[in-house]
């Protein structure tokens, strides 16, 4: 009898063999979760698809088109001419050419000759001056200083590089692709749960309100690295071989970039009911128009440290400053530095304020 005890007794499972769920696989099971969501796009995320597909297609037709991002091919409105042609008109072959009567009437006249677009000059027929040769020599001088530096393939290239980032990266994705894509996709990890009322459920697992707010942060996070710098990517694809070298150079601030954005958008999803809306606002018009304001106040905007990101990168690779518009631009450790410690005190705010706040189903 005693055996059959000893027997029954050992499979008895008594309560100290039962483990609890574990904190650590619930937060990456979290994560899944989060990443999972976000694999159906919202609303907003096509239609940041459909304004990344306008863009793309604008920077494809600037690069198709005959001037592309050259300089020397460009036309000049105020003389009717490329800017190639109008340097070369201005060497002194050019300007001391003969070409019939007409011709020389309209340069007496100081008008432009009504000739044929094939014979057309933008710059007045010249007599040479012998008796004058000094004036004549420093005239030629200078007027053939265009046609010079035109010839320069370092600075032509220089020139349409500089070009080509300040209206594209600079311009386009920093301004418009970058805030706009890491809005759809951050914003919706706590805001969907909050415009489903949802979250009270998502709040009913074993973990701590802060590791819920990271967690969702992180399944989100690389949905918004992938479509923000694959819409950078998709943007330099189109500008050819300028855009493949700008994106070599300038992905890593459009990573860095994309994750500083990604917070704040998270914290706004996870504070109010409606982030988009509020994310627009802040978008157009706080980030617009800190970026135009001179002074410091500029340093507020997560925008100036990629920017500045991206202008540092440049200057690194050996193009001159003063092609590129970014005033003000801090070094490339502060630009890098500020972004993170944002990141991480953004994250910490949320994550205090998310633990703190009272979610019921029916807001």
């Keep these: 009898m005693a055996a059959d005890a000893d027997s029954d007794s050992s499979f008895i499972l008594h309560p100290s063999s039962f483990r609890g769920p574990s904190p650590l696989v619930g937060f990456f099971v979290l994560v899944g979760h989060s990443f999972q969501r976000h694999w159906r796009v919202r609303q907003m995320g096509w239609v940041s698809f459909g304004l990344l597909g306008l863009t793309v297609a604008w920077v494809a037709a600037v690069t198709l088109s005959a001037a592309g991002w050259r300089l020397e091919d460009r036309r000049n409105r105020r003389v009717g001419a490329t800017y190639r042609d109008y340097a070369e008109q201005l060497r002194p072959t050019a300007r001391y050419e003969t070409m019939g009567a007409d011709l020389k009437a309209a340069a007496r006249l100081q008008s432009y000759p009504p000739t044929t677009p094939t014979t057309r000059l933008t710059h007045p027929v010249e007599t040479p001056t012998p ?115 700008a994106f070599a150079a300038f992905w890593p601030a459009a990573a860095g970039g994309t994750v500083a954005f990604a917070a704040l958008f998270h914290l706004i999803g996870a504070t109010v009911r409606r982030p988009v809306v509020v994310g627009l606002v802040y978008v157009f018009f706080f980030e617009a128009l800190v970026a135009l304001l001179p002074g410091s106040l500029k340093l507020l905007s997560l925008s100036f440290y990629t920017r500045s990101l991206i202008y540092n990168e440049a200057i690194d690779a050996g193009y001159p400053a003063a092609m590129l518009e970014v005033p003000e631009a801090v070094s490339a450790a502060t630009a890098w530095v500020v972004p993170a410690a944002a990141t991480v005190a953004l994250l910490a705010l949320g994550a205090w304020r998310f633990g703190r706040t009272e979610f019921r189903d029916d807001t």
Excluded: N, Q
């Design 131 to 245: 008796l004058d040769p000094t004036a004549d020599a420093l005239r030629s001088l200078m007027l053939s200083v265009p046609a010079a530096v035109l010839g320069s393939e370092k600075f032509r290239h220089e020139w349409a590089f500089t070009h080509f980032v300040g209206v594209v990266p600079l311009g386009a994705f920093v301004g418009f692709v970058l805030p706009l894509f890491t809005l759809a996709f951050a914003s919706g990890a706590l805001g969907t749960e909050r415009e489903s009322r949802s979250l009270v459920w998502l709040l009913t697992r074993p973990l701590p309100r802060a590791a819920i707010y990271v967690a969702t942060f992180l399944g989100a996070l690389p949905w918004c690295l992938l479509f923000g710098v694959g819409g950078f990517a998709a943007l330099c694809l189109a500008g050819g071989a300028l855009g493949r070298e």
